[in-house]
């Protein structure tokens, strides 16, 4: 049971950290402006 | 109103400081991304695939630094949670990292094949070759504790490499971030780096020396190995001028014999003796591989060294819980004659219900004694044999949803249940009582499979 809980918390927190990998990535590779407008 | 308010109360704080504890990690983990998303000054842009395979590789090193936290059996992050899930929040979370840290190379791979001419140790620059050396220790630390049993690695020689690959691949990889200096260019971002780097190296100092030193100070002696039943040896311990460690009953311990607690060849077992007994303290192991096996071996007067009190399978922590059920399944039965010890030691006349599987009647541990503690307890004991002897009126096979329907009272979904036993039996309870719609939150597990 607790197996299956922390699995979850693991698979939120990878989605995560790809969602904010890939703001990065895209703010990273274009201008500030454009990057601030995503974040917003 | 006061009994059902403060079990609640209790774990509505062990829920918040949870809480606090994982937004901490995923702050960790992903705040130095962040700061350099919201903080200037900013770089010269690259390509995306390039950019977004850093970030990978940022948050992979963040999460594998975080795991030396996670093992490193700090009290204030194991207390709302048990050392039982900490262990299996690592092993999955590691999973996640390692892919995280090998989708960083990979898509540079990818994106620049030239990039692969790195991968020659001999001509590449340093930076590179610490990434080398780390992905290789990163992936090798995945493969060996993923498939650990089937490469059949001893215990002891695979935590021994655990802990070297673990620190070899971090190492590596702050020597890497460093050495790149495009991200560190920026002396605040140089800073953060620096500062996780030397975070981690204090881990590393408290878990290899500090902890090892406060051990050293305070060993014990074997005063007895006592036979028990079920292929099981009880070692009861003597402190070595200073005070027995008080733990909660139905807590483990790692201890270490035969070697100091720098070698760090160490072994999980439950205290098997009461809470209350501040002479000596005992640990029931049953025979089960090769550092168990020589337990019975053990002679009097030799020194061993404690770890803990660790684990959150305890009636303690329940201190306004009514009524309780232990489940066990062979030797997993030594933290529950822990727990009944000292309920008998406390007169705590609670009403306990003990389900306890065995594979025969001649090989149940404790079985004399737990009958004598049925008449000084509320316990009401039920035995699950799979080869019964003949004329057997008791329970036969596995424990199954029927047995436990049979006997658990109709309030079954406010009672507190603890299990400890084999795998598969704790699997197979977990999956019963599930069947029988008792709460998550009411169930805690011990599992000793920590590697």
């Not at chain 2, 079990?7 to 509505?12: G, I, S, Y």
């Not at chain 2, 009880?234 to 483990?252: A, E, Y």
């Amino acid at each position: 049971m607790h197996q299956k809980l922390t699995l979850a918390v693991v698979y939120i927190m990878s989605a995560l950290i790809l969602l904010i990998a890939l703001l990065f990535a895209i703010q990273q590779s274009s201008s500030m402006a454009s990057a601030q407008f995503i974040l917003l | 109103m006061k009994k059902i308010f403060q079990p609640l109360q209790e774990r509505t704080k062990r829920t918040i400081q949870g809480s606090l504890w994982a937004l901490l990690y995923i702050i960790l983990t992903v705040g130095p991304l962040l700061l350099t998303m919201f903080i200037g000054p900013s770089l010269p842009g690259r390509e995306f695939w390039r950019e977004f395979s850093v970030a990978l590789g940022f948050a992979g090193l963040a999460l594998m630094t975080l795991q030396f936290v996670l093992t490193a059996r700090f009290q204030p992050v194991k207390e709302p949670f048990g050392s039982d899930i900490i262990y299996l929040f690592h092993r999955q979370i590691s999973t996640a990292s390692l892919l995280f840290i090998l989708a960083h190379p990979l898509i540079l791979f990818i994106i620049d094949p030239s990039t692969l001419q790195l991968l020659n140790v001999l001509s590449a620059p340093w930076r590179a070759r610490m990434a080398v050396t780390s992905v290789i220790a990163v992936m090798l630390l995945g493969i060996t504790a993923i498939w650990r049993k089937e490469l059949k690695i001893e215990y002891d020689t695979w935590r021994l490499s655990h802990g070297f690959l673990a620190t070899l691949g971090v190492g590596g990889a702050f020597g890497h971030i460093l050495l790149v200096n495009h991200y560190t260019s920026i002396p605040w971002k140089r800073a953060l780096w620096i500062g996780y780097a030397f975070f981690w190296i204090g881990l590393l100092a408290y878990t290899r020396i500090y902890k090892p030193w406060m051990e050293m100070r305070k060993s014990y002696r074997i005063e007895e190995v006592i036979t028990e039943r079920g292929d099981s040896w009880t070692l009861v311990l003597i402190p070595d001028g200073h005070s027995t460690m008080k733990f909660q009953p139905g807590q483990f311990a790692w201890i270490t014999v035969h070697m100091n607690p720098f070698q760090h060849v160490e072994h999980p077992f439950s205290m098997s003796s009461s809470a209350e007994n501040r002479d000596t303290i005992s640990f029931t192991i049953k025979e089960l591989g090769d550092f168990t096996a020589s337990v019975k071996n053990l002679k009097e007067g030799e020194k061993v060294y404690i770890d803990g009190p660790h684990g959150a399978l305890t009636i303690d922590r329940y201190p306004d819980m009514e009524e309780f059920v232990f489940i066990a399944g062979g030797v997993g039965v030594t933290p529950i004659i822990s727990i009944l010890r000292t309920m008998a030691d406390r007169n705590d006349q609670r009403p306990v219900h003990f389900f306890y599987g065995n594979r025969d009647w001649e090989s149940i541990t404790f079985r004399e004694e737990i009958a004598e503690l049925e008449q000084k307890l509320n316990l009401t004991m039920v035995h699950v044999l799979e080869n019964p002897p003949e004329n057997w009126q008791g329970e036969v096979g596995f424990l199954t949803p029927e047995i436990l329907d049979k006997y658990l009272p109709m309030e079954r979904r406010k009672l507190q249940y603890f299990i400890c036993g084999p795998e598969p039996m704790m699997d197979a309870v977990e999956n019963a009582l599930q069947k029988l719609d008792i709460p998550m939150a009411m169930v805690r597990t011990e599992r000793f499979s920590l590697g």
